[in-house]
């Protein structure tokens, strides 16, 4: 067994000198730098996201998927714009790409929208990257119309499950839904042929997560994912800052959660709760950082940008 | 019956695939951040041999095959079937040629051999990664032509036909890699 650390030591001084920068890009900018649990009594209702539930006492507690929700309530607190470099853990995540546990830039930003602030994004990167970093821009609908031909307006679930099983082999399209369909050709067709940074804007909002919907096109939601060769590193939104509707997304999350005989999860009240305070119109990210440092240094696999994996 | 659920998915995992049993050569996680997770695997089919590509939802789960690789000593071949005996219970199996495939070349009596059992039964036969035999019908060799490159056919004493270099006789011994085919040096007896 070993006992050494899983990165090089330039994998491990690399990530000290992008944290330094982060911390000045932020700093400089006038973020406050916060802090928030890992440990909580709740955590992300959504379908896709698996949380590791630990056994403490009467109540269980979750490691949080991200820090998002407890960032919401400083947002309501009065804190401005704010980001946090932390620890982020996934359920069943594992793979070239994912780590059960893994670590995570999160920031908001007060008064921008999703366009102004993946502009920041790209001048975050563009700071600590060692190379010259090229970066475009493309909504979900024409990425999928330019790579695949498919107009995903119009076509029918069927359409897409044909689609899906044509671009790749051996998949059982029969009972992929809508989305499910479209995850799966932009994962395993799509990404891989992806150049440079990429910035997808626009997401159908049935894939809304927690971004408001677009007010010119009430089709898409105001959220976009940020790539590089393919692979995912970010994920922003225009925030929802409604409560109403962020009730409604929670609820819809629940039954979703039912019929597919996934944990049931509490609502977060204090965050619905937080919303109904009132938090400003902000926009606000989640960087990879351990894949950022993948991209950053060439890296072939997360794990040689894991300190350890033992 | 067992199964597996994709996480514990993993090379050299074997599971029932349409009803055959196979292999996992390579197994491939994807997942948009927030979108549906899926397992993209490699797997090879244990009876035919053949390589195919299966996507599953991550949290799926997949009947485990009953297969197990175990270390057999081959006996002998009676034209039909080849004879192996598992050292430790002394108990014998008998593969045929579908499940022998290309591996007969490579048996000699004695040798310790890999035999793979679907059900209690061989589907499968791995020889050991290199095996010693003798040259039973080649070209006369070259006296004094050990330093040039050439090579010329010979036949094993196995019936396998492998390159050698010019100057092997008849009656001598080689080392051959059975995953190439490749002949790896001569070997004094």
Known sequence: MSWQPRASLTVIRERARVYRQIRAFFNTRGFLEVDTPLLMPTTSTEV?????????GLRPLYLQTSPEYAMKRLLAAGCGSIFQICHAFRQGESGRLHNIEFSLLEWY??????????????????????????????????????????????????????RCADAVPGADCVELDRDQCLDLLLAAVIAPSMQDYLFVYDYPLSQAALARANPNDSSVAERFELFHNGIELAN????????????????????????????????????????ESGIEDCA?????????????????????????RD | MA??????????????????????????FVKPGKGQAFNRVRIRNLKTGRVLDKTFKSGETVEAADVIDIEMQYLYSDGEFWHFMDPQTYEQQAADANAVGDAY????????????????????????????????????????DTAQGGTKPATLETGAVVKVPLFLEIGELVKVDTRSGEYMSRVKK
């Open chain 1, 48 to 56: 896709n996201i698996a949380s590791i539930e630990v056994t403490h």
């Open chain 1, 109 to 162: 930003r007060v008064g921008y929208d999703y366009h102004r602030l993946m502009q920041e994004i790209e001048l975050l990167i563009t700071t600590l990257s060692l190379h010259r970093c090229s970066f475009s821009y493309v909504s979900y609908r024409q990425l999928f119309a330019r790579s695949m031909q498919l107009d995903i307006d119009r076509v029918s679930v069927g359409e897409l499950r044909r």
């Open chain 2, 3 to 28: 199964s597996y659920s994709t996480n514990e998915f993993r090379g050299g995992l074997k599971i029932m695939i349409d009803g055959d049993p196979c292999a996992i050569i390579e197994n491939e």
């Open chain 1, 236 to 275: 922003g939104f225009s925030e929802l800052t409604d409560a109403v509707q962020q009730r409604a997304r929670f609820e819809k999350d629940i039954q979703a959660r039912r019929e597919r005989g996934l944990p049931e999860l509490d609502i977060d009240e204090r965050l619905l709760g937080a919303l």
């Open chain 1, 284 to 308: 606000g990210v989640a960087l990879g950082l351990d894949r950022l440092l993948m991209v950053l240094l060439g890296l072939d696999s997360i794990e040689e940008a894991l300190t350890f």
């Open chain 2, 105 to 144: 070349q490579w048996l000699k009596a004695q040798d310790n051999c890999q035999v793979t059992l679907y059900n209690g039964s061989p589907i499968g036969v791995t020889p050991p990664n290199f095996v010693e035999l003798e040259i039973t019908e080649t070209d006369p060799g070259l006296k004094g």
